[in-house]
């Protein structure tokens, strides 16, 4: 069964950036961040296919970019131009599912999050 191990949040002035890695202990067809801030649904941020295909959440585009290093099995989202409404805890997640798509039902394997805090 794959693992998800999340690292790279913290807290960071509105503005600034951040790098999240997300490690994989094996192949999945579909990765994305997923983000839950205190009080608000679980939101999908961006998914990866194993074919490189990406997609954003409209709230993201142009700010953010999902990439995956292959050779290290590790996936990442460079964040930046982050704002308070960034604020959350993030999470990578993963299938094996013959589609991907930006909805939590679909993703078996979860991560244990990463705490973005963004301060104005």
């Known amino acids: 069964q794959v693992q998800l191990v999340e690292s790279g949040g913290g807290s960071v002035q509105a503005g600034g950036s951040l790098r999240l890695s997300c490690a994989a202990s094996?192949?999945?067809?579909?990765v994305a961040w997923f983000r839950q801030a205190p009080g608000k649904e679980r939101e999908g941020v961006a998914y990866?296919?194993?074919?490189?295909?990406?997609t954003y959440a409209n709230s993201v585009k142009d700010r953010f970019t999902i990439s995956k290093d292959n050779a290290k099995n590790t996936l990442y989202l460079q964040m930046n131009s982050l704002t308070s409404e960034d604020t959350a805890m993030y999470y990578c997640?993963?299938?094996?599912?013959?589609?991907?798509?930006?909805?939590?039902?679909?993703?078996?394997?979860w991560g244990q999050g990463t705490q973005v805090t963004v301060s104005s």
């Open positions: 997640a993963a299938h094996n599912l013959p589609w991907c798509r930006l909805v939590p039902a679909d993703f078996r394997t």
């Open positions: 990866i296919t194993s074919k490189g295909s990406t």
């Open positions: 094996g192949y999945t067809y579909c």
